[in-house]
């Protein structure tokens, strides 16, 4: 009997032990200290105000959310910037009579990594999801907020994914 009690102590603290290199956000030991996103620009073709800002401000959110990292303005040990490039509007499903019945909305990011302890981890890489929704409905108010909500979601876990989970 106390050899399983031993085997469960030995379990238990192997596995509280190895959780100082894995947590739960999938993202491991990060040799970080602070992290830092540039003010993304708007450089889509179709241009909608203020979803630069609200793109920068979400991916500092997520950031600071699954991670001990501090957020700084200047010399981050990990630093994000880029710009989007795609900000799109098309018809997706077409009604009997030929109207489009749905509109996908399509926003695409561009993004530079760069990890000053670890230089071998840098990367530029486009990042894009898309909303549809239906297409009686005007894309502003509520529903454009959802559809960025939901693109930016995607986008910014993607982003952190690709820096610092590693998946």
């Known amino acids: 009997m106390k050899i399983k ?37 708007n450089n889509a073709p179709l241009v909608e105000p203020g979803i630069e800002r609200t793109f920068t401000t979400s991916l500092q959110d997520l950031i600071q959310n699954q991670t001990s990292l501090s957020l700084t303005n200047t010399d981050g040990d990990l630093v994000y910037e880029g710009e989007i490039v795609e900000y799109r509007i098309s018809p997706m499903t077409a009604t009997a009579d030929q ?24 990367f530029e890489k486009r990042f894009s999801f898309y909303y549809d929704y239906p297409a009686n409905t005007q894309l502003m108010g509520p529903t454009l907020n959802t559809a960025m909500e939901t693109i930016y979601e995607r986008i910014t876990q993607d982003v952190f994914n690709e820096s610092l989970a590693k998946w």
């Open 99 to 122: 109207r489009a019945a749905q509109n996908r909305l399509y926003v695409a990011v561009n993004v530079r990594f760069f990890n000053k302890r670890k230089p071998d981890e840098d």
């Open 5 to 41: 009690h031993l085997f469960a102590l030995i379990f238990i603290s192997l596995f509280f032990h190895s959780c100082k290199y894995y947590n739960f956000t999938g993202t491991g030991k990060i040799d970080a200290d602070t992290f830092q996103v540039n003010s993304f620009q």
